[in-house]
C-alpha cells in the first residue's frame, strides 16, 4: 500500500497500521523517533533506513507469542544511518531439557509460533555446567578458567568457571567422573620464567561423581552445511558443541557418542535454550505461504542484510540471525552478546572497540558463503574484543580471522570444523592473524578436521606484538596421513610473537610441523607439553618446530615431543640467526643439531644418543655456521654432555682466544692445527641439571663411536667454573680423575673451557664431547631461567647494617636479601621484567634502632633507585 515514515515513538505495528504498510514496504526512521518491535510483524518487512532515532526489538516484554520473528525482505537491507541505532534485546525461550541419549530430537514448531516462517537456527544453548566435590587437593589453587582434566583420562576436561574450598565448577565436561577419581590442573607457574606444570590435584568426593550445576551453559552451533548436516563428523568433546537443524525444518537434532565422532552429548537434565528473537528472509511470494525463503547462491547480499555504512550503532543482545546476513562495514559502535549467526557478523572499520561475547557463528546451513569469514575483524584500528565465542564450521576462509587491526582480544573462544564438507576448497586456519598489531589471544581452543585440504590451527602474518597464551589444540581423531603443513604458520616477516603454553588433546595432531615460520624476528615459545608428559607425534609429524627464511631472535623453550617421522626436534635453515633451544626435547636418538647462519645455542636438549656424528647423534659438520662453539644436552635420563664444536666466531660472538700460531676455521665447522698452535675456548653460560663428570670424553673427525679418541697431535686441557670462578690451572682433559673429582651443584651448573695444543699436524677437527651425570629430578628442579631481566636496585639513604629484603610481591617470592654496608648498596635481582617488588628494611639489633620500613618499586631492564627511609625508635633501648 505506502511506505512509512515515522517522526514520533510508536510501535511497529502501529507503523504498520498508519501507513498502511503491506509485505514489502519500506519504513524510515527521523527525528529521534524509537520504533519498539514487541512481536513477530505484521508483514514482511522491506527496506528500513534508520536516519536519526532507533529501531528497538524488544524481546524481553514480548507482546504475543513465544519469539520474534522478524522477516525481511530477499535481498532488502535495514540500513543504519549516522544518527541512527538498531538495538535488539531479547531473553531465553526454553526448547526443553536433555534426556543422555544420542541424537536426541527437539521440535521446533511451538517455537516458531505454529510453524511461522520456519528458518535456520544457528545456536542454542545448554545447561552443560557441572560440580565437582573435591577432597585430597594439593597444589597451587585452581582459578577461574583454569582447565580441569581427568588424570587416567586427559579427553576428559571442562573449563573452570567457580573456584570454591571443597569444589569447583566448570562450565561443561567433556565426559563423566566418578568417585574417588583424580582429578588436576595443568597451568602456566613461575619457575625463573614460565613452566607448564601439573600445579593442583585432587580425588572426586562425591557418590555419583559429577553432578548438575545449575545455570550454566555453554552455546552449540548448528552443524549443517549446504543443507546437509555435518554433525557426525565433529569432536565428541571440547569441539563437539554442535548439533543439526536444516534449513525451514522444525527438528532439531543433538549429538551421538557412538564412534570416534559425531558431536557432544550432553547429560540427562540440562536445559536447553534459545534466544527468542530471530532473523529471517524471505520473498513476497513465500511470506505469502508462511515460509522463508533462500535463493541457493553464494551471494550473502541476496539475503535480508545490515548496512552501517554512515557510522550507525548497533547493538544485539539476546538473537538469532538465521537466513538474513548481517555482516557490515563503517559502524560508529558494534556491540554482540549471546548472539547466533550464519555466515558471518560483525562491523569492519568500526568508529569504536566492537565487542563479541558469547556468540556463536556457524558456516553455513543454507549455501556456502565463499566469500565470509564467521567472526571477520577487518581494519579495526579502534580494537575490539572476542570473548567465550564459538565457530562451528564446515567452510570458510577462516573461523576467526583478524586483518589489518590494532588492539585485539581473542579469549576463551573455540573454533571447530567438521571433518568433511562441501566445498573444501575454501577452508582456512581456524585462527588467522594477517597484519594485526597488539594481540592477545588467551584460553583459545582450535579443533580441526581430518582432511588434506585444510589449514593450520593458526596462522600469523606480517603482524606484531602477539601474546598467546594456553592454547588448546586437536584434531578430531588420530590421522594416518600428513594432511597440514603445520599446527601454526608464522611468517610474512611477523614480530615479537610469543606462544606461552599449548596443550594437545584428542589422539590427532597436525601434518609435517607442529609450528612452522618464515622470516620471523623476535619469536618466544614456551611450555608445550611436560619433561615427564611430552607430545606424542605419532608416526608421521616431523620436527617441533621448523625456521626457514631470514628467521631471527628465535627463543624455544621448556617444549617435549616424543615420536615422529623425523624424531629431531627442530628444523633450521642457514641463514636463520640468533637462536636459541632451552630445556626441549625429542626422543633421546635424534639428531642434536644447533645448525643456522649466526649464533644458534642449545642447553639442555634431550637427543643426540646416536652415533657422534650421524643423523641420530650430535652434528659435526656446521657450513656457513658462526658464534658459539658450547652447548649442552642430556642423551639418555641419567648421561648428559657438554660438547665444543669447531664453529667459527661470528662477528658478534667470540669466546675464542688464539695465544699462538694459526689454527684455521673453515666454515663447514672443522679445526685445523699445526704445531705450536694453541687455542682456547670458553663456555658462554654455566650448564645446569648437570651433577658430576665421570671422566669420559669423545674426540671426534667425523663420524665417531662414543667415547673414542680421534684426535693425534692434540693436547686438550680445561679448566671448570662451578660457580666460584675457575679453579686457576689447567688439567688434562683426558686424565679421568681430573673430572671425577669435580662435584657439581646443579642449581648453580658448570661452565668449561678448553686449551688445545697442537704437538703435530691434525686436521678436520669437528667437536670434543665430555660426558656429565645427571638425573629428571635435577634437570627439572634447574631449568635455565627464560623471560628475565637482571635489575639493579639502589637502596638510597638506608642506614648501614640495617637488613634488607626483596620480595615479588605477588607471590612472595624472595629475590634479595643481605646486610647493607654503605648507605647506598646497589643489589642485582633476577626477574620478570615489570615485576611488582616488595622491599623491606629493619635495623634493630644495635644501641640506636629503627622502625621496620617498607616500600615498593616495579622492575625495569636497567636499574631502579630506591628511597629508604628510616626513623629511629627513641624508645627501644
Given at each position: 500500500m505506502a511506505n512509512y515514515t515515522c517522526t514520533t515513538n510508536m510501535t511497529l505495528e502501529a507503523c504498520i497500521t498508519a501507513g498502511p504498510m503491506v509485505s514489502g514496504d519500506n519504513l524510515t526512521i527521523n527525528s529521534g523517533a524509537t520504533v519498539t518491535c514487541d512481536r513477530t510483524p505484521s508483514i514482511l518487512i522491506g527496506v528500513v533506513t534508520i536516519n536519526y532515532g532507533k529501531l528497538f526489538i524488544d524481546g524481553i516484554n514480548i507482546g504475543t507469542g513465544n519469539m520474534i520473528n522478524f522477516v525481511g525482505e530477499y535481498a532488502q537491507t535495514i540500513t543504519v544511518n549516522g544518527q541512527g541505532e538498531l538495538d535488539v534485546n531479547g531473553k531465553w525461550y526454553t526448547l526443553g531439557t536433555t534426556d543422555g541419549t544420542n541424537a536426541q530430537v527437539f521440535n521446533l514448531a511451538t517455537y516458531y509460533d505454529s510453524s511461522f516462517c520456519v528458518d535456520t537456527v544457528p545456536m542454542i544453548q545448554v545447561e552443560t555446567g557441572r560440580r565437582l566435590d573435591f577432597n585430597n587437593s594439593s597444589g597451587i589453587t585452581p582459578e577461574v578458567d583454569d582447565w580441569i582434566f581427568k588424570t587416567s583420562d586427559r579427553t576428559i576436561m571442562g573449563r573452570i568457571v567457580e573456584v570454591h574450598s571443597t569444589y569447583l565448577v566448570v562450565k561443561f565436561l567433556t565426559g563423566t567422573l566418578a568417585n574417588t577419581d583424580e582429578i588436576h590442573v595443568r597451568k602456566i607457574i613461575d619457575n625463573n620464567g614460565p613452566d607448564l606444570q601439573k600445579s593442583w590435584t585432587a580425588d572426586i568426593n562425591n557418590a555419583s561423581g559429577d553432578i548438575k550445576e545449575t545455570g550454566i551453559y555453554q552455546e552449540f552451533g548448528n552443524s549443517v552445511i549446504n543443507g546437509v548436516s555435518q554433525l557426525s563428523a565433529f569432536h565428541h568433546g571440547v569441539g563437539g558443541f554442535a548439533f543439526a537443524n536444516i534449513f525451514q525444518s522444525t527438528t532439531l537434532t543433538m549429538g551421538t557418542a557412538t564412534g570416534t565422532t559425531g558431536g557432544f552429548v550432553p547429560p540427562s537434565g540440562c536445559n536447553v535454550r534459545i534466544p527468542n528473537i530471530h532473523f529471517s528472509t524471505s520473498n513476497i511470494t513465500n511470506y505469502a505461504s508462511n515460509n522463508t525463503y533462500n535463493d541457493g547462491t553464494i551471494n550473502e547480499y541476496n539475503r535480508y542484510n545490515l548496512s552501517t555504512a554512515s557510522a550507525g550503532k548497533v547493538n544485539f543482545s539476546l538473537c538469532n540471525i538465521g537466513s538474513a546476513f548481517f555482516g557490515c562495514a563503517s559502524a560508529n559502535e558494534f556491540k554482540c552478546y549471546n548472539v547466533g549467526a550464519t555466515i558471518s557478523i560483525g562491523s569492519a572499520i568500526a568508529g569504536t572497540k566492537t565487542i563479541y561475547h558469547n556468540c556463536c557463528v556457524c558456516v553455513d546451513p543454507l549455501d556456502l558463503a565463499a566469500s565470509s569469514q564467521p567472526f571477520h575483524l577487518t581494519d579495526l584500528v579502534n580494537g575490539t574484543e572476542v570473548k567465550d565465542c564459538?565457530?562451528?564450521?564446515?567452510?570458510?576462509?577462516?573461523?576467526?580471522?583478524?586483518?589489518?587491526?590494532?588492539?585485539?582480544?581473542?579469549?576463551?573462544?573455540?573454533?571447530?570444523?567438521?571433518?568433511?564438507?562441501?566445498?573444501?576448497?575454501?577452508?582456512?586456519?581456524?585462527?588467522?592473524?594477517?597484519?594485526?598489531?597488539?594481540?592477545?589471544?588467551?584460553?583459545?581452543?582450535?579443533?580441526?578436521?581430518?582432511?588434506?585440504?585444510?589449514?593450520?590451527?593458526?596462522?600469523?602474518?606480517?603482524?606484531?606484538?602477539?601474546?598467546?597464551?594456553?592454547?588448546?589444540?586437536?584434531?578430531?581423531?588420530?590421522?594416518?596421513?600428513?594432511?597440514?603443513?603445520?599446527?601454526?604458520?608464522?611468517?610474512?616477516?611477523?614480530?615479537?610473537?610469543?606462544?606461552?603454553?599449548?596443550?594437545?588433546?584428542?589422539?590427532?595432531?597436525?601434518?609435517?610441523?607442529?609450528?612452522?615460520?618464515?622470516?620471523?624476528?623476535?619469536?618466544?615459545?614456551?611450555?608445550?607439553?611436560?619433561?615427564?608428559?611430552?607430545?606424542?607425534?605419532?608416526?608421521?609429524?616431523?620436527?617441533?618446530?621448523?625456521?626457514?627464511?631470514?628467521?631471527?631472535?628465535?627463543?624455544?623453550?621448556?617444549?617435549?615431543?616424543?615420536?615422529?617421522?623425523?624424531?629431531?626436534?627442530?628444523?633450521?635453515?642457514?641463514?636463520?640467526?640468533?637462536?636459541?633451544?632451552?630445556?626441549?626435547?625429542?626422543?633421546?636418538?635424534?639428531?642434536?643439531?644447533?645448525?643456522?647462519?649466526?649464533?644458534?645455542?642449545?642447553?639442555?636438549?634431550?637427543?643426540?644418543?646416536?652415533?657422534?656424528?650421524?643423523?641420530?647423534?650430535?652434528?659435526?659438520?656446521?657450513?656457513?655456521?658462526?658464534?658459539?662453539?658450547?652447548?649442552?644436552?642430556?642423551?639418555?635420563?641419567?648421561?648428559?654432555?657438554?660438547?665444543?664444536?669447531?664453529?667459527?666466531?661470528?662477528?658478534?660472538?667470540?669466546?675464542?682466544?688464539?695465544?699462538?700460531?694459526?689454527?684455521?676455521?673453515?666454515?663447514?665447522?672443522?679445526?685445523?692445527?699445526?704445531?705450536?698452535?694453541?687455542?682456547?675456548?670458553?663456555?658462554?653460560?654455566?650448564?645446569?641439571?648437570?651433577?658430576?663428570?665421570?671422566?669420559?670424553?669423545?674426540?671426534?673427525?667425523?663420524?665417531?663411536?662414543?667415547?673414542?679418541?680421534?684426535?693425534?697431535?692434540?693436547?686438550?686441557?680445561?679448566?671448570?667454573?662451578?660457580?666460584?670462578?675457575?679453579?686457576?690451572?689447567?688439567?688434562?682433559?683426558?686424565?679421568?680423575?681430573?673430572?671425577?673429582?669435580?662435584?657439581?651443584?646443579?642449581?648453580?651448573?658448570?661452565?668449561?673451557?678448553?686449551?688445545?695444543?697442537?704437538?703435530?699436524?691434525?686436521?678436520?677437527?669437528?667437536?670434543?664431547?665430555?660426558?656429565?651425570?645427571?638425573?629428571?629430578?635435577?634437570?627439572?628442579?634447574?631449568?635455565?631461567?627464560?623471560?628475565?631481566?637482571?635489575c639493579d636496585i639502589t637502596l638510597n639513604g638506608i642506614v648501614v647494617g640495617s637488613r634488607y629484603w626483596i620480595y615479588d610481591s605477588d607471590t612472595s617470592a624472595e629475590l634479595a636479601e643481605g646486610t647493607a654496608s654503605t648507605t647506598s648498596p646497589e643489589i642485582t635481582v633476577i626477574c620478570a621484567n615489570n615485576t611488582n617488588l616488595l622491599i623491606r628494611v629493619r635495623k634493630s639489633s644495635a644501641a640506636t634502632k629503627y622502625f621496620p620500613f617498607k616500600t615498593t618499586a616495579v622492575s625495569n631492564t636497567t636499574s631502579i633507585n630506591v628511597a629508604i627511609i628510616q626513623v629511629e625508635d627513641g624508645i627501644a633501648t
Open positions: 564459538l565457530a562451528i564450521c564446515g567452510a570458510a576462509l577462516s573461523n576467526f580471522a583478524m586483518t589489518s587491526s590494532t588492539d585485539v582480544s581473542i579469549i576463551g573462544c573455540i573454533s571447530s570444523n567438521a571433518g568433511s564438507g562441501t566445498n573444501i576448497s575454501i577452508r582456512g586456519p581456524l585462527y588467522n592473524i594477517v597484519r594485526c598489531k597488539n594481540v592477545v589471544f588467551n584460553n583459545n581452543v582450535a579443533i580441526s578436521n581430518l582432511n588434506s585440504t585444510t589449514y593450520p590451527f593458526l596462522t600469523i602474518q606480517t603482524s606484531e606484538n602477539v601474546s598467546i597464551n594456553n592454547f588448546i589444540v586437536g584434531t578430531q581423531t588420530n590421522t594416518t596421513q600428513t594432511w597440514v603443513s603445520s599446527g601454526i604458520t608464522i611468517n610474512e616477516f611477523s614480530k615479537n610473537i610469543e606462544i606461552i603454553g599449548m596443550e594437545i588433546i584428542s589422539a590427532g595432531l597436525p601434518g609435517r610441523w607442529f609450528i612452522q615460520t618464515d622470516d620471523v624476528i623476535d619469536l618466544r615459545v614456551r611450555c608445550v607439553g611436560l619433561i615427564d608428559d611430552p607430545i606424542d607425534f605419532g608416526t608421521l609429524t616431523d620436527e617441533f618446530i621448523t625456521l626457514s627464511g631470514t628467521s631471527s631472535k628465535i627463543s624455544i623453550a621448556r617444549c617435549w615431543k616424543k615420536n615422529g617421522q623425523t624424531k629431531t626436534f627442530q628444523g633450521v635453515a642457514t641463514y636463520a640467526n640468533d637462536i636459541e633451544v632451552l630445556n626441549c626435547g625429542a626422543d633421546y636418538a635424534t639428531f642434536f643439531r644447533a645448525y643456522s647462519l649466526d649464533n644458534y645455542i642449545i642447553k639442555g636438549l634431550h637427543a643426540g644418543s646416536g652415533t657422534p656424528g650421524s643423523t641420530t647423534g650430535i652434528e659435526e659438520l656446521y657450513p656457513a655456521c658462526y658464534g658459539y662453539q658450547f652447548t649442552d644436552g642430556f642423551r639418555s635420563d641419567v648421561v648428559g654432555f657438554i660438547v665444543c664444536n669447531m664453529k667459527p666466531p661470528s662477528a658478534d660472538i667470540n669466546y675464542v682466544t688464539i695465544t699462538a700460531g694459526n689454527p684455521l676455521f673453515y666454515n663447514n665447522g672443522y679445526l685445523d692445527m699445526t704445531s705450536g698452535d694453541v687455542i682456547e675456548f670458553e663456555m658462554s653460560y654455566f650448564a645446569l641439571g648437570h651433577i658430576s663428570f665421570p671422566g669420559t670424553y669423545t674426540s671426534v673427525l667425523g663420524v665417531s663411536g662414543w667415547n673414542v679418541n680421534e684426535w693425534t697431535n692434540v693436547t686438550v686441557d680445561f679448566q671448570y667454573d662451578i660457580g666460584s670462578g675457575w679453579n686457576g690451572s689447567w688439567l688434562d682433559a683426558r686424565t679421568v680423575s681430573n673430572w671425577t673429582g669435580i662435584s657439581v651443584v646443579a642449581a648453580t651448573g658448570v661452565k668449561l673451557k678448553y686449551r688445545f695444543t697442537a704437538t703435530g699436524t691434525s686436521t678436520s677437527m669437528t667437536m670434543f664431547i665430555i660426558d656429565t651425570v645427571t638425573s629428571l629430578a635435577a634437570q627439572k628442579a634447574n631449568w635455565y631461567p627464560i623471560d628475565q631481566i637482571t
